[in-house]
Structures are given as structure tokens and as C-alpha cells.
């Protein structure tokens, strides 16, 4: 199975992420579902992308996740937890030192390393230690999310751009790094990814005429969030995963 093979949708609903943000603590703070419950369906669904972009093969290739510092950085050292139960040689790339992470990411982090050996799983400080090589079969860009804003910086802007000038694809996770989540624009310091696998619903932004060059082939990942949450801000998704949990949209 490839992504050829998943169902395509049409005419689907966006939202914008001040949006995304009210969905997410609705979710979280009302209905009751955990950060780490979210991440973990997360996590299963990039690995199934990546698996897919991988040619439905995953045994003995090598990922590396690009790991920031939120959310999308814990998604990404999930994803590559389930990927080397698939046989995947994977390592984890962090932009910042531990102190700097969000607990998630953290978690992730330790729950990889507790449940690999060092001949399958890497984890690498690379805002310490320098980027190492990006040889690989597969990116994971987990290093910005939709609330980021502004043009990256620092060890994120080098990983950018090292990843960018590899031969190596790209899955970018919720939204590429460095593309505006609303507008879809981008700066001279984004991804540019042969897929992205956004999480719930698309962000605006990446519906944009002008984001296909970073964005891709476009995925949409159900993650478990209630209709009810998305409802409360005024979007109807009840039918959008009636004909699987991991669709690609036509943009």
C-alpha cells in the first residue's frame, strides 16, 4: 500500500490556528482527553505516513525526526518509537537541549530510549553537539507547530536548511516548519516537504494555491478529537473520516 492507495476527499473544512488552539483546550480541559492520549494517536498516524511515503516498506530503513521543542517534536519521537517497532533504524534530532523541551517531548523522548536498543534508536542534541550527517530514507519534520510564528531561528533555521539542500524526502507533521499556518506563505527558512501529514484538520494556510511547493502531497490524520470540540467552533467534521482514519486531500 502507498498513499495513492488511501481515499481521497474533497471540499473539506480548514481552520485557522487560533482555531486549532480552541479545539485542542476544549478537548483537553473539558472533554477530558490527556496531551499524552492525543500524542500517542498522533504518533501512530505520522508512523503509518511515513510508512506509506516509504513505499509500504518500513524493515531496515533509516528515518531521522527533526525534533523542536513542543508538541510536534513529542509526535515526531512517538512516531519514531512505533517506526523502529516496524523494523525502522530511526534517530532523534533535538533543535534545543532537554531544559528547553516541553515535558511531552521529554516523555517521548525517554520512552524511546527505554524501549530500543542504541543499535535502533539514536537521539542526538544537535543544538549541543552540531546536526550530524542527514543520511537517511526519510525526514520527520517535527520542529515547528501551527503556533509558531515568524521566521525560524538558530539550530531550527540550520536544520532547515540542511534538510532542504539533502536528497532526502521529507514528512513534514501538522504543518511544514517555517510556513504560516493561516496564510500558507512562507519565509526564505521553511521546509519543503514531499508530504505532510496534518493532524485533525488542515490548517488554512496549508490549502494555500501558493503553499503546494512546501507542502505536498497532503495527508489529514484523524487523531481523535470529538466532533463536539470542533463544533463548538463552528466546523462540522462528523463525516470526515467515514472512509478511513488517514485520507489525502486534494489541494
Excluded at 480548514?14 to 486549532?20: D, N, P, T
Excluded at 511515503?53 to 517534536?73: M, P, Y
Excluded at 530511526?90 to 523541551?101: F, G, K, N
Excluded at 516541553?102 to 530500543?116: G, K, S
Aim: aromatic letters at 2%.
Amino acid at each position: 500500500m502507498t498513499l495513492d492507495d488511501l481515499p481521497l476527499v474533497r471540499d473539506i473544512p480548514s481552520v485557522a490556528a487560533a482555531q486549532m488552539a480552541e479545539v485542542d483546550r476544549i478537548a483537553i480541559q473539558e472533554l477530558h482527553l490527556s496531551v499524552d492520549v492525543l500524542m500517542e494517536n498522533a504518533s501512530r498516524q505520522i508512523a503509518e505516513a511515513a510508512r506509506l511515503l516509504l513505499g509500504g516498506k518500513v524493515a531496515g530503513q533509516r528515518v531521522i525526526g527533526l525534533v523542536g521543542t513542543g508538541n510536534n517534536g513529542g509526535d515526531t519521537v512517538g512516531a519514531l518509537r512505533h517506526l523502529v517497532n516496524r523494523g525502522a533504524r530511526v534517530c532523534a534530532e533535538l533543535a534545543a537541549p532537554q531544559e528547553r523541551q516541553r515535558e511531552t517531548v521529554r516523555a517521548q523522548t525517554v520512552r524511546l530510549l527505554l524501549a530500543t536498543t542504541w543499535e535502533t534508536a539514536i537521539v542526538h542534541d544537535a543544538s549541543q553537539k552540531g546536526l550530524r550527517d542527514l543520511d537517511a530514507d526519510l525526514l520527520l519534520d517535527g520542529l515547528l507547530g501551527y503556533s509558531a510564528r515568524g521566521a525560524p531561528r538558530d539550530t531550527v533555521a540550520e536544520i532547515i536548511a540542511a534538510a532542504n539542500a539533502s536528497t532526502v524526502p521529507i514528512l513534514a507533521v501538522d504543518i511544514p516548519s517555517g510556513l504560516d499556518p493561516d496564510t500558507g506563505t512562507g519565509t526564505d527558512v521553511a521546509i519543503h516537504a514531499k508530504a505532510t501529514v496534518t493532524l485533525a484538520l488542515p490548517k488554512t494556510g496549508l490549502l494555500a494555491a501558493g503553499a503546494r511547493g512546501a507542502v505536498g502531497e497532503l495527508l489529514l490524520a484523524d487523531i481523535g478529537i470529538p466532533h463536539l470540540a470542533f463544533a463548538r467552533v463552528g466546523i462540522d467534521t462528523r463525516r470526515l473520516f467515514v472512509d478511513g482514519d488517514l485520507v489525502r486531500i486534494r489541494h
